[in-house]
């Protein structure tokens, strides 16, 4: 199984909603990614776990909330997101040296209201 | 400061034809990772090829080679024989070992229109 599953692949919600977003591997990757990726830019990294810690944190605001609950899983929670969050939120897992590529999921396109 | 530089915003190749898209990078770490990346409309990011800091040899996969200059500091991409399916965006992409080898920075990407 070579491949990387995201859910939901579109979310709408309201500035006061929850949600979250939900990735899945089952390479046996120890490391974890989520993307921002805005319409006509490259990603954007935002957090990466290694080893189901949280080894990078890009400044993200804290309305944005990852978790990696087992080395399978990684979610990302949504609380009083902002309209300019809107995108498309890409997860990505590797394994645990520079030399190896990423794979990505397909991605969530979250439209904030 | 810009780590890596795609200088080409949108590209045409003629189906068939060979296509190189230009990528240069900037790095004073002497172990690193230069990758590409193909983006289809659907949104999903393909690896396409690889080539690490100490490879003395250009990496091939299929139709797909990546000229990899180290003194210049480039790593275009040639894809030779493009197919209509190639109309994607492509990001060149570069990880560092000093951040252990997590951090990877995408280029601002390349749109490959083929005509037919």
């Known amino acids: 199984d070579t491949e990387v599953t995201q859910t939901p692949k579109h979310l709408v919600m309201g500035m006061t909603n929850k949600k979250s977003l939900k990735c899945e591997q089952h390479m046996g990757h120890r490391a974890m990614y989520w993307y921002k990726q805005k319409a006509k830019k490259p990603p954007e990294l935002m957090f990466v776990?290694?080893?189901?810690?949280?080894?990078i944190n890009e400044s993200v605001p804290s309305r944005f909330s990852p978790e990696c609950p087992n080395s399978s899983l990684l979610n990302l929670h949504l609380h009083a997101l902002q309209p300019e969050d809107s995108a498309l939120y890409l997860c990505?897992?590797?394994?645990?040296?520079?030399?190896?590529?990423?794979?990505f999921g397909p991605g969530t396109r979250l439209t904030v209201l | 400061a810009q780590k890596i530089t795609q200088t080409q915003p949108g590209m045409f190749v003629q189906e068939k034809e060979a296509v190189t898209l230009d990528c240069t990078y900037d790095?004073?770490?002497?172990?690193?990772?230069l990758f590409w990346y193909k983006q289809p409309s659907s949104g999903e990011m393909i690896f396409l090829i690889y080539q690490g800091s100490y490879d003395q040899q250009n990496a091939t996969e299929g139709r797909y080679s990546l000229n990899f200059q180290k003194a210049r500091k480039s790593a275009n991409l040639v894809i030779s024989a493009s197919q209509l399916g190639d109309s994607a965006m492509y990001f060149c992409?570069?990880?560092?070992?000093?951040?252990?080898?997590?951090?990877?920075?995408f280029g601002a990407g390349t749109r490959l229109f083929v005509k037919a």
């Open positions: 790095t004073s770490d002497p172990s690193y990772g």
């Open positions: 990505a897992s590797s394994q645990v040296h520079s030399d190896n590529e990423q794979f």
């Open positions: 776990y290694s080893y189901e810690k949280l080894s």
């Open positions: 992409a570069m990880r560092e070992g000093n951040t252990g080898g997590f951090k990877t920075i």
